[in-house]
């Protein structure tokens, strides 16, 4: 699932990485999550579940959880195959989980104590659950790519590389016909400025084909009126 999702959001020109292709595994959290993390905006936790049995995953979600909480940053809570309330209140096979985590860390309780915390609030923020697409995971994926795009889009102009704030330009293009891009305020004034971010989302390849058509009826008929037009003077 998780690697279709990867592929989804990849078609849709988002940047995105997942932790155990970018993360060496088995390496200090502490050093080389921050740095991830810092770096985006969103974060998808798929809740499948053997979730809780790995304390990679649980510490993970705690370093996700505080930069939540700190930065002010997204996260998408996904329940693949899990009730929600069963991460919430760590209950079902959550439960099972955690029984084996407070053994394994008798003398670091505060430490499992942050983890059921973590699970906690993450299912605070509005999520997807799979069984609410009545388990078709293509559907799934398509709602989540929407959600992270309407979330990325509902931002503020960024900067651009000359550290001037955006502006909002249509694209006219064959293959993206009337879609919206944040581009450089300078764009063509000898400014080599060559920044570019999406702002809507990609348009499919009939829907381009049909708008060019229509776009092109349209300035045939604005013609066609104006001929007339000037024939009644
Ligand atoms: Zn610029």
Redo the contacts with the bound molecule.
């Keep these: 699932f998780t690697d279709h999702l990867y592929t989804a959001l990849e078609q849709a020109r988002i940047n995105c990485f997942t932790d155990d292709d970018e993360l060496p595994r088995g390496r200090d959290i502490s050093t080389e999550l921050p740095n991830a993390i810092q770096q985006s905006r969103i974060f998808i936790v798929v809740f499948s579940k053997g979730y809780a049995s790995s304390s990679w995953c649980l510490k993970e979600l705690a370093e996700i959880v505080r930069c939540t909480n700190a930065i002010g940053r997204i996260l998408i809570p996904i329940f693949y195959h899990v009730d929600p309330s069963d991460v919430r209140k760590q209950t079902g096979t959550f439960a099972e989980s955690f029984i084996r985590h407070e053994e394994e860390y008798q003398n670091d309780t505060e430490r499992v104590r942050s983890w059921r915390r973590a699970l906690t609030r993450a299912t605070d923020f509005s999520g997807y659950d799979l069984k609410a697409v009545n388990g078709y995971e293509s559907r799934l994926i398509k709602l989540i790519v929407e959600e992270v795009w309407l979330q990325m889009s509902s931002r503020e102009p960024p900067k651009?590389?000359?550290?001037?704030r955006?502006h909002l330009t249509t694209s006219w293009t064959d293959d993206n016909p009337g879609r919206r891009f944040f581009g450089?305020?300078?764009?063509g004034e000898q400014?080599h400025?060559n920044?570019f971010d999406w702002y809507d989302l990609p348009i499919c390849e009939r829907g381009a084909k049909l708008i060019i058509e229509m776009r092109e009826e349209i300035l045939e008929m604005r013609e066609e009126i104006e001929m007339l037009e000037g024939q009644l003077h």
């Design positions: 651009c590389y000359c550290g001037l955006t450089c305020a300078r764009y400014s400025c920044f």
